[in-house]
């Protein structure tokens, strides 16, 4: 029986400067993720956005690996999250199960799509606490929005807000490809099967749409406070050219009828 753990440690992971420096047998590797030999039976995954994954590692040595990945990592996150699934590799055939799944062998390629699909799903559990939290500033606007009947964000922080919500969205749009299957499970039949039974397991595909459409309701109200806001801009723009006016008339009256 082995034990998958993976960490969501960071935003991101420099792969490419890590390969360089970590000199670990590589069986398999691309621009976006590392999946590393240690031993017969020891693996470590690394994905570009921001997770590391390990199968039969234990505690000491998982959190060595981390302690040596942490230079290559952009803006690291306290807690991390993380997510266990256990292997069995005595099963006559795949048996999927709640947070474990059998496997006929303890094939590499099949522990890869095992840990593949643990790590997606640590990156769905990171992406939906940030757009939860995307969500849960937009309710406190719109409540403010419908008590006092002006928004209470403005300038500067309306900015970051934008800001943050537009980030998040790149993101996600950045590292879709997490949740395309592999290329190698087009031509396995056992596989293909595993892949897809993983989905169902994890809930990917449910997960994903349900944070979308919280980035929807999110871009949906951050468009009306743009509009607020443009109108609130130019209605005070257009009582500053009023004052302006009215002061020009008042001194062409007084420089004419008053000799000022």
Request: hydrophobic share 40%; with cysteine; aromatic share 12%.
């Amino acid at each position: 029986m082995y034990k998958v753990l993976a960490f969501q440690i960071a935003d991101s992971i420099d792969v490419k400067n890590f390969k360089a420096a970590f000199t670990g047998e590589i069986y398999h590797s691309d621009a976006d993720e590392l999946f590393y030999r240690i031993e017969a039976d020891k693996f470590i995954y690394i994905f570009r956005y921001g997770v590391v994954s390990f199968l039969n590692h234990n505690e000491v040595e998982s959190s060595a690996f981390l302690q040596l990945i942490t230079p290559f990592c952009r803006t690291l996150l306290t807690p991390r999250l993380s997510d266990e699934f256990v292997v069995e590799t005595d099963s006559a055939k795949f048996d999927f199960g709640f947070n474990k799944i059998g496997i006929p062998e303890s094939d590499p390629d099949m522990l890869r799509l095992i840990m593949l699909h643990v790590s997606q799903s640590v990156a769905l559990d990171h992406f939906e606490a940030q757009t939860s939290k995307l969500l849960t500033e937009t309710y406190h606007h719109t409540q403010v929005l419908e008590i006092k009947g002006t928004l209470d964000l403005r300038g500067v922080n309306l900015k970051r807000y934008i800001g943050r919500t537009l980030n998040l969205k790149n993101r996600i749009a950045e590292n879709l490809y997490i949740f395309d299957s592999p290329e190698e499970t087009w031509e396995n039949e056992n596989l293909n099967k595993l892949d897809l039974g993983l989905k169902k397991t994890f809930d990917l595909q449910a997960r994903f749409r349900n944070i979308e459409e919280r980035l929807s309701i999110v871009r949906e109200n951050l468009d009306l406070f743009k509009d607020l806001l443009q109108y609130r801009n130019s209605t005070t723009l257009e009582w500053i050219i009023i004052i302006l006016i009215t002061v020009e008339v008042v001194n062409l009256f007084l420089e004419k009828f008053m000799g000022i």
